[in-house]
């Protein structure tokens, strides 16, 4: 079989959708040696796998590098690093700070902040949506919610882009992580330790100090805890929102139909399309507890297991004509959050920092073009999108 596919694969990465589709067919239960992973590409697969959590353990956190495997993984990834009873703990204890009403209270500043990165960078007529917008609004958002002081913001977000590890380097297996990612998390925690000890003798009504009185009975986060929380908002919520702006900002230059119907004002159906159609988050990994039989494999107790998410939202059995941008389509079976018990904790903030984005944008540009040949996309495992999406813009 010449069939390849491996996530380190710049090729891969750059168009993973005509290798999902081979698998999805031919290997659906897919084994790289080189790489030592299984990977399962068909949405149902996939999905089934995201609720099995007692077969397909989360214990080594979601990203598929063996750098970020073993005990140290809740350190960079708190409890999606974990299985029940632990998650099931954590998570209930986070739910309680992290709720709806907490997200929605937010839209006024998530709006004046989108402005505050908009107005100066649509003052010409071209600009780099990820650079000049896309890179900053989701960092201060995080920032925003979780109440750090405006005059720290610069510092959370030059450190927050330090840990967003990416492979620009890595052709294979990647045992060991870059000193300045780790010093950047080392930083991290020394910041938001001070922070937490700061809020725990005086409250706001910012997540931090939701989170320092979220209870259980007796049962509360320890202050360790709760930075560790703080660091996974930081990697689960800043590149995966940052990314989205820019696929659903290609997608639709490259679809003119739909663009017009996006700009003409159907965000929300813009948003979800590209989260089904381009989902920023490709892969999640998972391991498997027992020997794991599917269509006719099996994946050994122990082995390393990539659900390719990218892959189950282009799975024609659920979505027909699935390789096509369609602002018309259902898209309540996307996979683009996960799910079962580690679905996205933040999908409703993520979808509303996208509908204030666009809905900013929109406002202002009437068309715009996107300099393809300058475009330059992110390599990761896992991660899909833009570095930079250099933009020339027709203004209302
Ligand atoms: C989990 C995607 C935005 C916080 C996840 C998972 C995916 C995902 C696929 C499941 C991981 C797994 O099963 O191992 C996305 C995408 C986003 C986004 C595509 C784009 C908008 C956010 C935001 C936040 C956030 C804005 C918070 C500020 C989390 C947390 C989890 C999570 C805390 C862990 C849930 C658990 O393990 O119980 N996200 N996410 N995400 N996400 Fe998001």
Redesign the pocket.
């Known amino acids: 079989m010449d069939l390849l596919y491996s996530p380190y694969d710049f090729g891969v990465q750059d168009d993973p959708y005509p290798v999902y589709a081979r698998l999805r067919e031919e290997a659906p239960v897919y084994r790289n040696d080189a790489d030592d992973i299984w990977v399962l590409s068909r949405h149902a697969d996939i999905a089934d796998a995201?609720r099995d959590t007692a077969r397909f353990s989360?214990r080594n956190g979601?990203r598929i590098e063996p750098a970020f495997w073993g005990p140290q993984a809740e350190r960079f990834f708190s409890?999606?690093a974990m299985d029940p009873p632990k998650?099931t703990r954590m998570?209930s204890l986070v739910s309680r700070a992290f709720t709806q009403r907490r997200v929605q209270a937010l839209e006024p500043r998530l709006r004046e902040l989108a402005l505050g990165h908009l107005a100066p960078a649509l003052d010409g007529e071209s600009f780099d949506l990820m650079g000049d917008f896309a890179a900053r609004f989701?960092t201060d958002v995080?920032s925003e919610?979780v109440g750090v002081p405006e005059g720290d913001r610069a510092l959370v977000r030059d450190l927050g882009m330090a840990i967003m590890y990416r492979d620009e380097a890595a052709t294979g297996p990647v045992t060991d992580l870059p000193p300045e990612a780790l010093q950047a998390i080392g930083a991290l925690v020394g910041y938001y330790t001070e922070l937490t000890i700061a809020r725990s003798k005086s409250r706001t009504d910012d997540l931090l100090s939701g989170l320092l009185d979220a209870a259980e009975g007796e049962d509360r986060l320890t202050p360790e805890e709760i930075v560790g929380v703080l660091i996974?908002?930081v990697g689960?919520?800043i590149e995966?929102?940052m990314l989205?702006l820019g696929n659903a900002w290609h997608a639709a230059w490259k679809h003119p139909d739909q663009r017009a119907a996006a700009l003409g004002g159907r965000i929300d159906d813009w948003v979800n399309e590209t989260?089904r159609y381009d989902?920023?988050?490709q892969t999640?990994a998972r391991t498997a507890t027992e020997d794991v039989e599917l269509h006719g494999v099996t994946i050994p107790a122990g082995g390393r297991v990539l659900l390719a998410?990218g892959s189950g939202n282009r799975d024609e059995r659920v979505f027909p004509a699935a390789d096509r941008f369609d602002l018309d389509r259902d898209t309540s079976a996307s996979l683009?959050?996960?799910g079962g018990?580690?679905?996205?904790?933040?999908?409703n903030?993520?979808?509303l920092?996208?509908r204030v984005a666009f809905q900013e944008l929109t406002a202002v540009v009437a068309d715009y073009e996107i300099d393809e040949a300058a475009a330059k996309r992110v390599h990761s495992t896992n991660d899909r999108g833009f570095e930079s999406l250099p933009t020339r813009i027709t203004a209302r």
């Open positions: 995201l989360s979601l409890f999606v998650h998570r989701p995080i919610l996974l908002l689960a919520g995966t929102t989205l989260l989902p920023p988050s999640v998410v683009a959050f996960g018990r580690h679905h996205c904790l933040g999908a903030l993520g979808r920092e996208a």
